[in-house]
Structure formats: C-alpha cells, structure tokens
T-cell receptor, first 110, second 115 residues
Framework: TQLLEQSPQFLSIQEGENLTVYCNSS?????LQWYRQEPGEGPVLLVT?????EVKKLKRLTFQFGDARKDSSLHITAAQPGDTGLYLC??????????FGTGTRLQVFP | DTGVSQNPRHKITKRGQNVTFRCDPI?????LYWYRQTLGQGPEFLTY????????KSRLLSDRFSAERPKGSFSTLEIQRTEQGDSAMYLC?????????????FGPGTRLLVL
C-alpha cells in the first residue's frame, strides 16, 4: 500500500520556470522530509518539517507542511539545470521507518 | 564531518551466491536503517536498529536476508542465495533518537546486480 502519493511523476521544464511538487496522504505523519536523489547516489536531505502549517525556505525552494500534517508541497522558483533530479517526500512517525512517496523526476533544460 | 558510508558501492554476483554489505553510520547516531530501492521507485523500509537491538523488520525481509549491528556502530546486511529479484539499490540511513530525531541521513547506497 502506497501511503504517500507524489504528483506530478515527471516534470520537464525550461530554466527560469517555477514549479510545484505535491505529496499527499490520507495518514498523519509526525514529520515530513524532502530529499533529492541523483542517479546512482543516495537521497540527500533538503528539509524536515514537523509542525502543521510550517513553511521553510531554502534559497529558491519553499516547503510547506499541511495544517493536518497529511500533505506537503515543494515549490521551486526560477528553476535551474542544477535542480534536475528525483525529488522524494518521506513521512515519519516518531523516529520509526520512513514511508517514501513515489517520487517526482524533474528535468530542467537550459 | 563524515556522513553515512556504505561499502561496496557496486556488487555484481551470480544467482545463488551470498553477498554482504556494510554501513557505517554517522558516529553519534544510535539508530540505523536499511532500505531497498528498485528502479523508478522510492526506497522501501527493510529493518532498523537502535544501538545493537534490531527493533523492526519488514515483511520484505525474507529469511534469506539478515542484518546485524553487533556493537551498535556499523551494520551489515547479508543476502543468502541471491535471486535476480534482489537486484536493487540498498540504502543505509542513520539518525539520532535524541532531540526529536526524526531526520534520517542516507549513505550513497550499494547497487546490487544479480545475474
């Protein structure tokens, strides 16, 4: 059973465009983490959000945790080719295992 | 600052052989996790340790899989009698249970190919 659905699955955009990736669940999580993964490498942590309604910014990336702690979004402003990669959301419940989303593969063309 | 390390990075083996992977977590982290990731999918949980105790095992972890963390530091994951379906990226992550400890940090992974 896939508890975390990400959309879109694939995104191909031009440099400079904005985009939003969504991560949705019917379950409540105590935390939500976003990772970026490059081919052949492990996921690299971008951010952890723990409070419902929380918004965190990391340069051009804005992360939001839903009020009910069931969903999250990642917004990238003025995407650059270096943003290319697989974006994964992962829900956690009190330091237990992470439940990963299906992933969003982003390609940013120069 | 050393992150999570995994060895080997790549392993090619023939069906039926045994393989063992090693994970060295971030030194102050007491929790260690193993995940498996197949092509086009997100990682799936296999098992995790708090110190040397194995606290949870996924149903994905058949009896051919065994994981250990004998001294609460590094961990090994062994797959016996490998099958082609075992081909995947095996990821290790670590975290600290202190101060909330939700965030897991991943190693570079070991990519296994079973021929």
């Amino acid at each position: 059973t896939q508890l975390l659905e990400q959309s879109p699955q694939f995104l191909s955009i031009q440099e400079g465009e904005n985009l939003t990736v969504y991560c949705n669940s019917s379950s409540v999580f105590s935390s939500l983490q976003w990772y970026r993964q490059e081919p052949g490498e492990g996921p690299v942590l971008l951010v952890t959000v723990v409070t419902g309604g929380e918004v965190k910014k990391l340069k051009r990336l804005t992360f939001q945790f839903g009020d009910a702690r069931k969903d999250s979004s990642l917004h990238i402003t003025a995407a650059q080719p270096g943003d290319t990669g697989l974006y994964l959301c992962a829900g956690g419940r009190n330091t237990d295992k992470l439940i990963f989303g299906t992933g969003t593969r982003l390609q940013v063309f120069p | 600052d050393t992150g999570v390390s995994q060895n080997p990075r790549h392993k090619i083996t023939k069906r039926g052989q045994n393989v063992t992977f090693r994970c060295d977590p971030i030194s102050e982290h007491n929790r260690l996790y193993w995940y498996r990731q197949t092509l086009g999918q997100g990682p799936e949980f296999l098992t995790y340790f708090q110190n040397e105790a194995q606290l949870e095992k996924s149903r994905l972890l058949s009896d051919r899989f065994s994981a250990e963390r004998p001294k609460g530091s590094f961990s090994t994951l062994e797959i016996q009698r490998t099958e082609q379906g075992d081909s995947a990226m095996y990821l290790c992550a670590s975290s600290s249970s202190q101060g909330g400890g939700e965030t897991q940090y991943f190693g570079p992974g070991t990519r296994l190919l079973v021929l």
